[in-house]
Every structure is written in C-alpha cells, then in structure tokens.
C-alpha cells in the first residue's frame, strides 16, 4: 500500500492541473468570498442602504466569523474543486490507459486503488489546510484594515470547524473519485457530479425544500448533511435558510462518514471486478 | 523431456459482455526461455489473450497459469513484464518520471530506471515529457517499463508497432538479446516476418482459436512445407490433366501456373503427362511455401468449434492446434 501510496502521491504532485484547481479555489476565497465582499461594504455610498448594515455586513468577514466563512465555501465551490479533482485522479487512468500500466505492476487492484485513496486523502488534507489558512489571513487582513477589533474563535471551535471541512472535502473527493471509476471518463464524471452538486441537490433542495416528500429526501443528501454540520457554529449574522437545518449536526456527520465508507467501498467493487480493456 | 512451461492456459474462454466471443477455449504452452511468436490478423484474440493472461481481464471460463500463478496475482506479476497495446503513459509526466511511477508500484529500486533507459536507448530523452515522445520513443518507453522489474517473462504485444525500419531491427535485436538472458518472451504479432526472425515457435490465433501451434518450419511442413509449380499452356487443360492425376483439392491456380501441393518426387510423372498430351511446360520446379501461404491458409479456412488437445510439453510438431486439420 505504501508502494503505491508513493507512486499516487508522485503522480498527483507533478500533475499542473491539480495545482490549478487548488489555484482557482484559494483565489475564490481571497478575492470572492472575502475581498469583492469587503471592497463592495467598504465602498459603497452610505445612500445605499439594505436591510443590514454595512458595519454589520463587514463583520461577516472578520476573525469572529471565520469559520462559518470558510465552511460556507467548502459547501460550494470546494464541493465543486474537490469533485473535480477526486474524478480527474480516477477517469484519467482509463482516459489514457495507465490503469493498465499499473495493474501489471506487482501490487493488487485494492492495494493500488487503496494507495490512490490515500494519496487523495492527503490531497485533501492538504487543501483542507491551505483553505483554512488563506480564510485565516484574509479575516485578519480584513480587520486590521478596517481598524476594528474582532475575537478569533476559541481552539475547540476551530478544531471542530477543521475537521468539519476536511470530512466535507472528503466526502466530495470520494464522491468524484467514485464517479470517475464509474464512468471511466473524466467528462461524464465531471458533468454527472456538478450537475449533481448544482441543479440535483442545491437547485431544486432550494426550490422544493418545503414538498413534504422531497424533504424527507433531501434529508439524506451529502450537501444537505454538510450544511447541517456548518450550521451549527456561531455566526454573527445568520441567514433564513441556513438557520432552518434538516437535519441535526450530529446527523450530518454521521451520514457524512456513511457517504466516505459507501464511496470508497462502490470504488473498490466496481475496480476489483471490472475488466480493463477490451470492449 | 518435460521442459518447463512460463505459461500454459486450459480452455481459455472470453466472452465480452456485447456478446462477442474474442477468445474461444485456448490452449497455449509457452515454454521457459523461448521466445514464443503469437500470430493472427488484426481481431483475431491476440491482445484480449495477452489482457487475460495479465491479469486485465477476467476469463469468462478456463484456466492459465503465468510465471507459476494465476493471472493477475502478485506472485506472477512480480515476474512479469509487459507491455499490452499501446504503451500507456501519463502525458505530463517526463519518461524518467514515468518509469519512476512504474518502480514504485512495482516496489522495483529506482536504480534499476537508468540500465532500462540506456538498453532502450532512451537516456537522452527521458527528461522530456511523454506526450512528446514519438511513436516509437513511446513504444521503446513500454519495453524499458516492462523491462524494470528483469522479469522472468515478458510479454510485448505487437512491439514493432509504429517504428520505422531502423527501430523495428533494433527492437528485433533487444528481443533476440532479452532471450539471451535466459527469458522467456511471448510476442504477439501480425507481422509474418517479423515472427520469423525473431521467434522459436510461433502460435496461430484465428477467431479467437489457436489453429496451429510449432516453429515456422513445422508449421510450413504442417501446410504442406513446399507445393509443385508448374507454368504450362494451355493452363486449362494442364488443369485438367493434372486433376485427373492427383486429387482436384491438391491443385490450385496461381496466376498464370499451377500449384500442387503434393509430393515433388511426382513431377516427373505430371511433366510427362503434360508432354505427351500436348501440353507445353514452359516451368517446373519445387516451390517452398512462405510462412505468409501458411498463415492465410490457416486463418482464412473456417475452423471447426473445438480445438484438437494440446500437446505433452516438450512436443514440437507443428501440430494443428484447431480445425481438425
């Protein structure tokens, strides 16, 4: 396993288009989640007021709210990045026939797709950390700029949060990992998972939250679970539909990690028995 | 003598799940330190055999033992090296790099990466990324790759595939040089001269069914070894004449002559046939059959559906390995 371990974690770090995505991802956050945001309240003339002051609005970006910041991007777009990435790792191999380069190699089809998996975790602990700490300096760069003071959240907090997040990016990676096996095409991976991500879950869970049958569904979603962990850390100002959760926290880890295991476990079937070549 | 066998399959079956049957109960015994030519036209089952034997695809039915284990185990992978298709590489990963994935997978000492490189004569080259390699810098990137792990058998699916003459003799001498070292190499391939020049036996796969199995002597035997030529006029009655000799079957036009495959000690009988009744014979002479005249025979005969059982090891006879022929 750590043969291949090694030889995965090779092949992801000199892969340009992972560093790209990673690229795309911490650049959402500076420059979307917290600098548009900071520029627009900053900026704007006084004349133009909405329903929650701007004074009010800015602290959104402040250390206090650091966590619920960085968890609402990880619900979106690093749903989105880690999906991509998890199914780019998988489809490519059948996309340009390395899989079967690796597989008359001397590992075993578990131990070869147990090393991808756990280069993949690596991948998206490191991505969990450089999120956290691009979010970190950007509430700080953000307070200070404004001049005001704002608190951090306290050690247990952020633990939790990091841990919120790595299993959600997680839970995406296995997701996009799962479908790339599946599909053996990294377009049908990638477009069957956003469209998932995007029209599936959020799109219509937004639309037809309230149907009392879609509810109940909704209720065993993976981003649905997500936003119940997310939702449940402090925030100074909190919007109508996170505040209204499905389900509990406690559940939405739960389901969470049942989603890791049941990822993983599809991959290993369907790469175990699945023939490679050949039509 | 029983000679040891690198691979030796039973009734080899597999049937894709679109219902096409790509292999059809084989029977194949490569023996250790040979090296083993795997003939038959494009989609005849050569590269769907070699996927089961390493372990790619799982048969539909039968058995096959590779390097002393099942296909696909650790314990035959670890003493074998192959290369099946195309040469499959990360395009954005350099050759070196490349053969370093490949190492580690194979928990194979990355010293190992720059003997292979210099045996294929890739040295120069490996720092440069595979999706700029050529066609035959990819494909000598294969070799180098199956070559990491000094294998007991190598397996090389149409190796020459995309080289120009110059790589396809040096290909021909790195495997003769391979066989050298005391391997076994299993060479598929639908180049007739290619298998002639660089194998010890050769194995005929047509529609999925090993048809005939020895080395290309004995399979040129086997189809008659040489026929009887003879340019007469007129060709027609010449036909005529000669069937009325020898059984019609036996008797084929070429072009502007006959071909007989019989005994050539009959010709004296046949010419003077021919001369007394008229007909001029302008040649006469012995023909030896081309491995090519052997392997369209053998291909393009419809087989019957089940193969003839294979022989004890250490057999070489250019038996028929199918069709009942």
Same mark, same amino acid.
């Given at each position: 396993?750590?043969?291949?371990?090694?030889?995965?974690?090779?092949?992801?770090?000199?892969?340009?288009?992972?560093?790209?995505?990673?690229?795309?991802?911490?650049?959402?956050?500076?420059?979307?989640?917290?600098?548009?945001?900071?520029?627009?309240?900053?900026?704007?003339?006084?004349?133009?007021?909405?329903?929650?002051?701007?004074?009010?609005?800015?602290?959104?970006?402040?250390?206090?709210?650091?966590?619920?910041?960085?968890?609402?991007?990880?619900?979106?777009?690093?749903?989105?990045?880690?999906?991509?990435?998890?199914?780019?790792?998988?489809?490519?191999?059948?996309?340009?026939?390395?899989?079967?380069?690796?597989?008359?190699?001397?590992?075993?089809?578990?131990?070869?797709?147990?090393?991808?998996?756990?280069?993949? +975790?690596?991948?998206?602990?490191?991505?969990?950390?450089?999120?956290?700490?691009?979010?970190?300096?950007?509430?700080?760069?953000?307070?200070?700029?404004?001049?005001?003071?704002?608190?951090?959240?306290? %050690?247990?907090?952020?633990?939790?949060?990091?841990?919120?997040?790595?299993?959600?990016?997680?839970?995406?990676?296995?997701?996009?990992?799962?479908?790339?096996?599946?599909?053996?095409?990294?377009?049908?991976?990638?477009?069957?998972?956003?469209?998932?991500?995007?029209?599936?879950?959020?799109?219509?869970?937004?639309?037809? !939250?309230?149907?009392?049958?879609?509810?109940?569904?909704?209720?065993?979603?993976?981003?649905?679970?997500?936003?119940?962990?997310?939702?449940?850390?402090?925030?100074?100002?909190?919007?109508?539909?996170?505040?209204?959760?499905?389900?509990? *926290?406690?559940?939405?880890?739960?389901?969470?990690?049942?989603?890791?295991?049941?990822?993983?476990?599809?991959?290993?079937?369907?790469?175990?028995?699945?023939?490679?070549?050949?039509? | 003598?029983?000679?040891?066998?690198?691979?030796?399959?039973?009734?080899?079956?597999?049937?894709?799940?679109?219902?096409?049957?790509?292999?059809?109960?084989?029977?194949?015994?490569?023996? +250790?330190?040979?090296?083993?030519?795997?003939?038959?036209?494009?989609?005849?089952?050569?590269?769907?055999?070699? !996927?089961?034997?390493?372990?790619?695809?799982?048969?539909?039915?039968?058995?096959?033992?590779?390097?002393? *284990?099942?296909?696909?185990?650790?314990?035959?992978?670890?003493?074998?090296?192959?290369?099946?298709?195309?040469?499959?590489?990360?395009?954005?990963?350099?050759?070196?790099?490349?053969?370093?994935?490949?190492?580690?997978?194979?928990?194979?000492?990355?010293?190992?990466?720059?003997?292979?490189?210099?045996?294929?004569?890739?040295?120069?080259?490996?720092?440069?990324?595979?999706?700029?390699?050529?066609?035959?810098?990819?494909?000598?990137?294969?070799?180098?790759?199956?070559?990491?792990? *000094?294998?007991?058998?190598?397996?090389?699916?149409?190796?020459?595939? %995309?080289?120009?003459?110059?790589?396809?003799?040096?290909?021909?001498?790195?495997?003769?040089?391979?066989?050298?070292?005391?391997?076994?190499?299993?060479?598929?391939?639908?180049?007739?001269?290619?298998?002639?020049?660089?194998?010890?036996?050769?194995?005929?796969?047509?529609?999925?069914?090993?048809?005939?199995?020895?080395?290309?002597?004995?399979?040129?035997? !086997?189809?008659?070894?040489?026929?009887?030529?003879?340019?007469?006029?007129?060709?027609?009655?010449?036909?005529?004449?000669?069937?009325?000799?020898?059984?019609?079957?036996?008797?084929?036009?070429?072009?502007?002559?006959?071909?007989?495959?019989?005994?050539?000690?009959?010709?004296?009988?046949?010419?003077?046939?021919?001369?007394?009744?008229?007909?001029?014979?302008?040649?006469?002479?012995?023909?030896?059959?081309?491995?090519?005249?052997?392997?369209?025979?053998?291909?393009?005969?419809?087989?019957?559906?089940?193969?003839?059982?294979?022989?004890?090891?250490?057999?070489?006879?250019?038996?028929? *390995?199918?069709?009942?022929?």
């Amino acid at each position: 396993m750590i043969a291949s371990f090694r030889a995965e974690n090779l092949k992801t770090r000199k892969r340009w288009a992972n560093w790209i995505l990673i690229g795309i991802l911490l650049a959402w956050i500076l420059l979307l989640t917290y600098l548009t945001l900071f520029l627009v309240v900053t900026l704007s003339p006084k004349s133009i007021q909405g329903p929650v002051p701007a004074s009010v609005l800015k602290r959104r970006l402040f250390p206090e709210n650091f966590v619920p910041t960085v968890l609402g991007a990880s619900a979106s777009i690093g749903a989105a990045i880690m999906l991509i990435f998890g199914a780019l790792s998988t489809a490519s191999e059948f996309g340009w026939l390395t899989v079967q380069t690796i597989l008359i190699q001397k590992p075993t089809r578990a131990t070869v797709l147990g090393g991808k998996l756990l280069a993949l +975790a690596a991948a998206t602990l490191l991505v969990s950390v450089l999120m956290f700490a691009a979010a970190a300096v950007a509430s700080y760069a953000a307070v200070t700029l404004d001049g005001s003071s704002s608190a951090w959240p306290s %050690g247990e907090v952020m633990l939790q949060a990091f841990g919120a997040l790595l299993l959600q990016l997680a839970v995406w990676t296995a997701f996009g990992a799962f479908l790339g096996i599946a599909f053996r095409s990294a377009a049908a991976a990638i477009g069957g998972g956003l469209t998932y991500l995007f029209v599936g879950e959020a799109l219509l869970g937004s639309l037809l !939250r309230n149907t009392p049958v879609v509810k109940e569904v909704l209720k065993f979603l993976p981003g649905i679970n997500g936003g119940a962990i997310n939702g449940a850390f402090p925030v100074t100002i909190r919007d109508t539909a996170a505040s209204t959760q499905l389900v509990s *926290a406690g559940r939405g880890v739960v389901t969470l990690l049942v989603y890791l295991v049941v990822f993983t476990v599809f991959s290993l079937l369907i790469f175990q028995r699945r023939d490679v070549g050949g039509s | 003598m029983a000679q040891t066998l690198a691979v030796e399959t039973h009734g080899l079956t597999k049937r894709y799940s679109t219902g096409v049957l790509a292999v059809n109960n084989l029977d194949l015994r490569v023996r +250790a330190g040979e090296v083993y030519g795997f003939l038959g036209p494009n989609g005849a089952g050569k590269t769907t055999t070699l !996927r089961l034997l390493s372990g790619l695809l799982h048969p539909t039915s039968g058995t096959a033992i590779v390097a002393g *284990a099942a296909p696909g185990t650790p314990a035959s992978l670890a003493r074998l090296g192959a290369m099946v298709e195309t040469p499959a590489f990360y395009p954005y990963l350099s050759g070196r790099d490349n053969l370093r994935v490949v190492a580690r997978y194979g928990s194979v000492p990355t010293s190992r990466i720059d003997p292979v490189l210099k045996l294929v004569d890739l040295t120069d080259r490996a720092r440069y990324k595979f999706k700029t390699y050529s066609t035959g810098m990819k494909q000598r990137l294969g070799v180098a790759a199956a070559l990491l792990k *000094a294998p007991d058998l190598l397996i090389l699916d149409e190796p020459t595939s %995309g080289l120009d003459p110059q790589g396809t003799i040096e290909m021909r001498a790195l495997i003769k040089e391979l066989k050298q070292g005391g391997r076994t190499v299993l060479l598929s391939s639908h180049l007739l001269n290619e298998v002639e020049l660089t194998c010890d036996r050769v194995g005929v796969i047509a529609k999925g069914k090993l048809v005939a199995e020895g080395t290309v002597d004995e399979l040129r035997a !086997r189809s008659g070894g040489s026929a009887l030529l003879i340019r007469a006029t007129p060709l027609d009655q010449a036909r005529r004449l000669v069937e009325s000799l020898i059984k019609p079957e036996k008797v084929r036009v070429d072009g502007d002559a006959l071909l007989l495959s019989i005994d050539p000690s009959q010709a004296a009988t046949i010419n003077r046939r021919l001369v007394s009744d008229g007909v001029d014979v302008s040649e006469l002479r012995v023909s030896e059959q081309s491995l090519e005249d052997v392997f369209l025979e053998l291909t393009e005969t419809p087989q019957s559906p089940h193969p003839n059982p294979p022989p004890q090891a250490g057999e070489g006879n250019g038996r028929p *390995a199918g069709g009942g022929k």
